[in-house]
């Protein structure tokens, strides 16, 4: 697979996902993905992101407060 941005290479890597709602922020560490070695572009298969979606549904954005929460892909109960 090449970028589809620049056409550099890209291989296995891990990033972190941060989520914004409102005065909330949800980040999960050690998201498995695909980063271009040029741009520096991330792309996540349909497995990873589907993984991503079951964490956000499970925690809720309501605070009147800034919260951040983080978490850890390879430990969270959903995948
Ligand atoms: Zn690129």
């Given at each position: 697979m090449s970028c589809t941005f620049c056409g550099g290479n890209v291989k296995q890597d891990k990033t972190e996902y941060i989520e914004k709602q409102g005065n909330y922020i949800v980040v999960i560490k050690n998201v498995p993905c695909e980063k271009c070695e040029q741009c520096g572009e991330v792309y996540f298969s349909n497995e990873v992101v589907q993984v991503i979606e079951k964490i956000l549904d499970t925690i809720?954005?309501?605070?009147s407060e800034l919260t951040v929460t983080v978490i850890d892909y390879a430990n969270n109960k959903v995948a």
């Amino acid at each position: 697979m090449s970028c589809t941005f620049c056409g550099g290479n890209v291989k296995q890597d891990k990033t972190e996902y941060i989520e914004k709602q409102g005065n909330y922020i949800v980040v999960i560490k050690n998201v498995p993905c695909e980063k271009c070695e040029q741009c520096g572009e991330v792309y996540f298969s349909n497995e990873v992101v589907q993984v991503i979606e079951k964490i956000l549904d499970t925690i809720q954005y309501i605070s009147s407060e800034l919260t951040v929460t983080v978490i850890d892909y390879a430990n969270n109960k959903v995948a």
